[in-house]
């Protein structure tokens, strides 16, 4: 089963992905981190964001491990950090040099240890509509603007990470501008949109099982 979760930043697609992944017992795969990684990259080695050509080759030579070590990295989830990561997303080759990345993932499932899995789970902008047009079941998760700044600026602060909720808000809706300005974020056309403004992390879990349920069944038919 592959499943994807897509929809715009601090929206619980993370949190949400991670859940269902132990549910379903399915390999999970942040597609967020590969753009992270690539903008990580430009800020260690003082590249200017606009610089496409450093973007792309950073975007070539990225390998799962090298991700993973970058992951660790504080400025990896920062502020300064998701700023160069959707700096780096806007650029048409740096999209194109991680796809394969991306796809050859839910081709044979397996967690980090090399069991296998029953299946794998995307979260990110366009894991819907591009890394996994075939997927079984698709979701669009959003909140407002401001929910979702809330949620971020709770996070930083668990951090300690410096931030003014004004600053994570003012980025979360250029961050929006930004990722959305392209036609591949928008909800794939067979996605499910849900909005979890209103909702509790466990509210829209146990929404999403019943659909996913659903869905089984009429899979298994
Ligand atoms: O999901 P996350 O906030 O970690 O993603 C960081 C940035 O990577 C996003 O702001 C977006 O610009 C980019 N991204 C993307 N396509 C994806 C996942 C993330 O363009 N599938």
Known sequence: MI??????????????????????????????????????????E??????????????????????????????????????????????PPV????????????????FADGTPADGAIYDGRDTGTVICPDADIKFFITATPEVRAMRRFK???????????????????????NDFARESSQPAKDAVIIDTSDFSIEQVFEKVCEIIDQRQKTLEK
Do not use: W
């Not at 999209?95 to 397996?110: C, G």
């Not at 994570?168 to 501008?177: G, M």
């Open 3 to 44: 499943i994807t979760i897509d929809g715009p930043a601090a929206a619980g697609k993370g949190t949400l992905a991670a859940s269902l992944a132990k549910r379903y017992r399915l390999t999970y795969f942040d597609t967020g981190m590969v753009y992270r990684a690539v903008g990580l990259q430009m800020l260690l």
């Open 46 to 91: 003082n590249c200017p964001l606009e610089d496409k050509i450093s973007a792309e080759n950073f975007a070539k030579q990225l390998t799962f491990q090298r991700m993973m070590e970058l992951s660790k990295n504080p400025n990896f989830r920062s502020l300064e950090g998701s700023h160069a990561a959707s700096a780096v997303a806007a650029i």
């Open 95 to 110: 999209r194109a040099a991680l796809l394969k990345m991306q796809q050859d993932f839910s081709k044979k499932p397996v």
């Open 155 to 177: 996070e930083y602060e668990q951090k300690g990470q410096a931030s003014s909720f004004e600053e994570v808000l003012e980025q979360t809706i250029a961050r929006d501008k």
